[in-house]
């Protein structure tokens, strides 16, 4: 099994499902609305990003009390938030700040994941999956702030495109989390057993 550094990619897998449904849900909204108003859309898309910071503040506790990584979760945490208050309270502005808001904040997102997934793992389904929502972050970005000429609640849709790719890949890597957790349990009981049959041994000898 490959070596995974212990930063902010050893989050306890549950917070990746729960992440993972809050953006299938919030960006099935986004995308599939016939509401032809930013104003009335932007409002749920600042709780779904409040959301997604409590659940992270969440784990930037649980990785407080495990002592490592719980700087990078706040961060991430504070971002989200950030971001959903400014929504909440700018939700009855024009549709180009609300343009904006969101092309920042999927832009910055797709940063911060492509730099997790360089900088924080070596195992190949881990890399991709973050390398991967980078990417969509980015491009969605790109889409977002190019999109103010076509219909009002067009950027609100490729948002919501970008929170079901961003919720898919949250629940594989959910999955994928536990699967390694599990291994690396099984793998430190083999090598305590191993320690403790060594140590018989060399008392017997």
């Not at 992440?19 to 909204?29: E, K, N, T, V």
């Not at 108003?37 to 409040?50: F, N, Q, R």
């Not at 506790?61 to 706040?74: A, E, I």
């Not at 971001?83 to 700040?97: A, E, K």
Request: net charge positive; aromatic share 12%.
């Amino acid at each position: 099994m490959a070596h995974i550094k212990r930063k902010y990619i050893d989050s306890h897998w549950l917070v990746f499902v729960f992440q993972g449904i809050i953006a299938l849900l919030f960006g099935c909204f986004a995308l599939f609305t016939s509401n032809e108003s930013s104003t009335a859309l932007i409002p749920m898309i600042g709780i779904a990003l409040l959301l997604l910071s409590v659940v992270e503040f969440a784990n930037s506790l649980y990785r407080t009390h495990n002592r490592h990584g719980w700087l990078v979760s706040t961060l991430v945490a504070v971002f989200d938030a950030v971001f959903g208050i400014l929504l909440l309270v700018l939700s009855d502005q024009n549709m180009t700040t609300h343009l904006f808001l969101l092309a920042g904040y999927t832009a910055l997102r797709g940063i911060f994941e492509l730099v997790i997934g360089f900088k924080t793992t070596v195992d190949p389904t881990d890399r991709f999956i973050w390398i991967l929502c980078g990417i969509s972050g980015l491009v969605f970005g790109i889409f977002i702030s190019n999109s103010g000429h076509l219909q009002n609640v067009d950027f609100v849709r490729f948002f919501g495109t970008y929170l079901l790719i961003l919720g898919v890949a949250s629940l594989i890597y959910g999955a994928h989390n536990r699967t390694q957790k599990l291994e690396d349990r099984e793998a430190r009981l083999e090598a305590a057993k191993k320690a403790r049959q060594t140590k018989r041994t060399t008392k017997k000898s």
